[in-house]
């Protein structure tokens, strides 16, 4: 049972602006930096975004993360087709000490 | 260019003991954080466990009385074991690396995945 909660679909026409939520609590995206994943259609997941907020080589700058209190955020601008994937959420959680994703949110354009 | 790879079988009877090693190649074995990662048919991503190039293991709390992840530096592997396995432990199971720059818990490299079926 993921400990994260994010909404289990979103979508957006090409070139749209698309936001994806994560919402956890003081144990988790609270106390500690957020990382989100990538996963296309029958790939491994791929890393997206760490520390909350940073971008790894070869990530283009349409993705970006955030962090207020106890929720994160996704955002891809200038949606394209080959954003079409699952995105999830991570974070270390203090309670449970260990790593727990979010539900996955599955990206459609449209 | 590090690269991971899982190995194990591909089917199992309910109240075996799952054995996957996972192979690094391109790097060594001896830093980082080495993760096990899996992912029922058509769910999310659920976090097993790692190990520390030191030998120390943290392990998921759902699933820590049946886990054991282990580290051979001689081989460059680290392999993971999930004993009594039921119909729930059928997953796609991931390796991956965290601990690079970009993070402690930040899953930078990943193997393709080894789907496990748990069938009688």
């Known amino acids: 049972q993921s400990v994260l909660t994010q909404p289990p679909s979103a979508s957006g026409t090409p070139g749209q602006r698309v936001t994806i939520s994560c919402s956890g609590s003081?144990?988790?995206?609270?106390?500690?930096?957020v990382n989100w994943y990538q996963q296309l259609p029958g790939t491994a997941p791929k890393l997206l975004i760490y520390s909350t907020n940073q971008r790894p080589s070869g990530v283009p700058d349409r993705f970006s993360g955030s962090k207020s209190g106890t929720s994160a955020s996704l955002a891809i601008s200038g949606l394209q087709s080959e954003d079409e994937a699952d995105y999830y959420c991570a974070a270390w959680d203090d309670s449970l000490h260990g790593n727990v994703f979010g539900t996955g949110t599955k990206v459609t354009v449209l | 260019q590090v690269q991971l790879q899982e190995s194990g079988p591909g089917l199992m009877k309910p109240s075996e003991t799952l054995s996957l090693t996972c192979t690094v190649s391109g790097g060594s074995i001896s830093t980082y954080y080495w993760t096990w990662i899996r992912q029922p048919p058509g769910r999310g991503l659920e976090w097993i466990g790692y190990i520390y190039y030191t030998g120390s293991t943290t392990y998921n709390p759902s699933l820590k009385s049946r886990v054991t992840i282990s580290l051979d530096t001689s081989k460059n592997q680290f392999s993971l074991k999930l004993s009594s396995v039921t119909a729930a432990d059928t997953a796609v199971y991931y390796c991956a690396r965290a601990g690079s720059s970009l993070g402690a818990n930040a899953f930078d490299i990943w193997g393709q995945g080894t789907m496990v079926t748990v069938s009688s």
């Open positions: 003081s144990s988790n995206i609270g106390g500690n930096s």
